[in-house]
């Protein structure tokens, strides 16, 4: 099956440099280009794209807006942010805002192609970076949100595994920690998920700091 894309930035450069990368992949389409915000949105209602490869900083309505409404609609996009900047101030309301991974425009291109790929089938991508641009942002919030519904509902391992996302953990390192088989984490994520009513791993890495089972510096 192809995973069809639509690039959403204001650089027409940018545009041009994404679509050639990906289409060059036999299984990846570039169905469409969009310079704004409101721009993705319209092209997805019309289209209906696999994945919204989505800039943060553009005019008129800027990523994170257009993130929020697409992934609110029906049925719900799935969307990459890029940025050019790993401590870009907006990278927490952008996965607030429901992306599924985010990545930054100086990788390699085949980590954009990777990116594609795992966004496509369901799965989320939260690099290091972002991690740590977590940990930095709550860091700063004094307030502590209330406990997310269904936490109290996790098992001992299953907090254990949501703490370990929550530090940028893959499922094979949280394996690697708890001596246990990669497919046992798997399912011990997906509980989670269950659970606590999440759609992917980004939300529960937002989760389990929000609610404090990982602390900043810790």
Same mark, same amino acid.
């Given at each position: 099956?192809?995973?069809?894309?639509?690039?959403?930035?204001? &650089?027409?450069? *940018?545009?041009?440099?994404?679509?050639?990368?990906?289409?060059? &992949?036999?299984? *990846?389409?570039?169905?469409?280009?969009?310079?704004?915000? $409101?721009?993705? *949105?319209?092209?997805?209602?019309?289209?209906?794209?696999?994945?919204?490869?989505?800039?943060?900083?553009?005019?008129?309505?800027?990523?994170?807006?257009?993130?929020?409404?697409?992934?609110?609609?029906?049925?719900?996009?799935?969307?990459?942010?890029?940025?050019?900047?790993?401590?870009?101030?907006?990278?927490?309301?952008?996965?607030?805002?429901?992306?599924?991974? /985010?990545?930054?425009?100086?990788?390699?291109?085949?980590?954009?192609?990777?990116?594609?790929?795992?966004?496509?089938?369901?799965?989320?991508?939260?690099?290091?970076?972002?991690?740590?641009?977590?940990?930095?942002? /709550?860091?700063?919030?004094?307030?502590?949100?209330?406990?997310?519904?269904?936490?109290? $509902?996790?098992?001992?391992?299953?907090?254990?595994?949501?703490?370990?996302?929550? $530090?940028?953990?893959?499922?094979?390192? *949280?394996?690697?920690?708890?001596?246990?088989?990669?497919?046992?984490?798997?399912?011990?994520?997906?509980?989670?998920?269950?659970?606590? &009513?999440?759609?992917?791993?980004? $939300?529960?890495?937002?989760?389990?700091?929000?609610?404090?089972?990982?602390?900043?510096?810790?």
């Amino acid at each position: 099956m192809t995973i069809r894309v639509l690039i959403a930035d204001d &650089q027409a450069l *940018i545009r041009s440099g994404f679509r050639m990368i990906l289409d060059a &992949q036999p299984d *990846i389409e570039v169905i469409g280009e969009a310079i704004d915000g $409101q721009d993705a *949105i319209d092209l997805f209602r019309r289209l209906v794209p696999e994945v919204v490869v989505m800039d943060v900083r553009m005019p008129s309505m800027d990523g994170i807006e257009a993130t929020r409404r697409l992934t609110a609609a029906d049925p719900p996009a799935r969307v990459l942010i890029l940025t050019t900047f790993d401590l870009d101030e907006y990278v927490f309301d952008a996965l607030r805002a429901g992306a599924s991974g /985010f990545l930054l425009k100086d990788r390699p291109p085949e980590e954009l192609v990777a990116a594609v790929r795992v966004i496509a089938s369901g799965e989320a991508l939260l690099a290091p970076s972002v991690t740590r641009r977590l940990i930095a942002e /709550f860091a700063k919030r004094p307030d502590v949100p209330p406990t997310p519904v269904g936490l109290d $509902q996790l098992t001992d391992r299953e907090r254990d595994v949501l703490a370990l996302m929550g $530090q940028g953990l893959s499922n094979a390192e *949280i394996a690697e920690r708890l001596f246990v088989a990669e497919t046992t984490v798997k399912t011990h994520v997906g509980h989670v998920l269950q659970k606590l &009513q999440l759609r992917d791993r980004v $939300q529960a890495v937002v989760v389990a700091y929000e609610s404090g089972l990982v602390q900043p510096g810790v």
